[in-house]
């Protein structure tokens, strides 16, 4: 982890303590925001200003510099961002770059100018060189070169975490970053074609269980092996960082466990209730062999995560059938 050097510490300031205090939290009906605000109203703060994407689109400067000297928010944890698998990635390069980059310099240059007293920044796993030692420490970013299927998203991604680092050390001005590793759990995205592996692999096992099909067909052998954690702990996490953590480094937040991605097909057809066969087809591509984080930074701060896998599967599953069209 790096050490802060920017001049003057950062004191720590209470992000719990008082439940009235203006927390903005962008991209609060996706994956990520979503959870952070179900927890935040948990916990009982009554403040928070959230837009959707039609009534603020943060990639319009002007928008959000007005929107941003109109509501004054105390605390801002961004959450909105362009995401996508490797088919949008190569499909729209221009898109992942340039979005991202317009909403974070947006929003942590109009978070910093109107008085914003800390920002959360996320990152991702995936932004991580594409050989990076295993598990991945933080200072493993920029060592090397990157995934070149995801390259324009990691490149965005990157310089939103430089910009929390610069506008700390110019400003003494507390934006710190976070890098969740693959996350999972209601309000994903189960699309057909460009889901991630656990809510496609979810969303297989349950349409294979409607039609009563005799199998599921997999790619790959199920020997890579990967980390997963479910949304609620990232936004405990999140949270725990609002509150804990004043630094200049990026911190990973993962689950700390791997599982291979035969005993994840496995889990998911157990909760799902698929009773066919599962059937791997080895001719596929695998893909990296392993990707898990190091997290021990985090865990020496003192957090921890506290849904485990079967029961975040469980969890989702049940989202799915609340909320997903069949
Ligand atoms: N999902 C993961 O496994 C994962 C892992 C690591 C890190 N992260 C990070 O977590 C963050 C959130 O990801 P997520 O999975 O929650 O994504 P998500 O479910 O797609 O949510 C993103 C949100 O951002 C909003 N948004 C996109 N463009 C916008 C714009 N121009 N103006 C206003 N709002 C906009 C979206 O609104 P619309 O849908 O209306 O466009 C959506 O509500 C990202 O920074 C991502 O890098 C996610």
Redesign the pocket.
């Known amino acids: 982890m790096e050490e802060d050097t920017s001049n003057g510490k950062i004191p720590l300031c209470s992000f719990l303590t008082d439940k009235t205090s203006k927390i903005c939290v962008?991209?609060?009906?996706?994956?990520?925001?979503?959870a952070i605000v179900r927890k935040l109203q948990h916990l009982g703060f009554t403040n928070l200003l959230l837009?959707?994407?039609?009534e603020?689109?943060?990639?319009r400067q002007n928008d959000v510099e007005s929107f941003f000297a109109a509501e004054k928010p105390r605390f801002v944890i961004?959450?909105?961002?362009?995401?996508?698998g490797i088919h949008a990635n190569s499909n729209y390069p221009a898109d992942f770059i340039a979005?991202?980059l317009?909403?974070q310099t947006n929003v942590i240059d109009s978070s910093y100018r109107h008085g914003v007293q800390k920002l959360l920044f996320?990152?991702?796993?995936?932004i991580y060189p594409k050989l990076a030692p295993q598990p991945i420490p933080e200072d493993a970013l920029l060592t090397s070169p990157l995934e070149p299927t995801n390259e324009w998203?990691a490149v965005a991604?990157i310089a939103g975490i430089k910009m929390c680092q610069a506008y700390r050390i110019q400003y003494g001005w507390d934006a710190i970053s976070a890098?969740?590793?693959?996350?999972?759990g209601p309000?994903?995205?189960f699309h057909p074609e460009n889901s991630?592996v656990l809510p496609a692999l979810m969303r297989r096992f349950h349409e294979a269980k409607v039609k009563k099909a005799k199998e599921v067909v997999v790619w790959g052998t199920g020997s890579p092996l990967r980390e997963f954690l479910h949304?609620d702990d990232?936004a405990d996490a999140a949270i725990f960082l609002m509150e804990s953590y004043s630094g200049l480094g990026q911190l990973n937040v993962g689950s700390g466990k791997e599982v291979s991605i035969k005993e994840l097909a496995e889990l998911v057809k157990d909760v799902v209730g698929f009773e066919g066969e599962l059937v791997w087809d080895p001719s596929k591509p695998d893909g990296t062999p392993r990707k898990l984080m190091d997290c021990s930074n985090l865990a020496e701060l003192g957090w921890s995560p506290k849904i485990s896998l079967k029961d975040g599967l469980a969890d989702t599953y049940k989202w799915y059938l609340e909320n997903v069209k069949q």
């Open positions: 962008l991209g609060h009906r996706g994956l990520v925001g979503s837009r959707t994407h039609c603020l689109d943060l990639t961004l959450a909105a961002a362009k995401v996508g979005i991202n317009q909403i996320l990152g991702s796993s995936c998203y991604k890098m969740p590793t693959n996350l999972y309000n994903d995205n991630h949304v990232l």
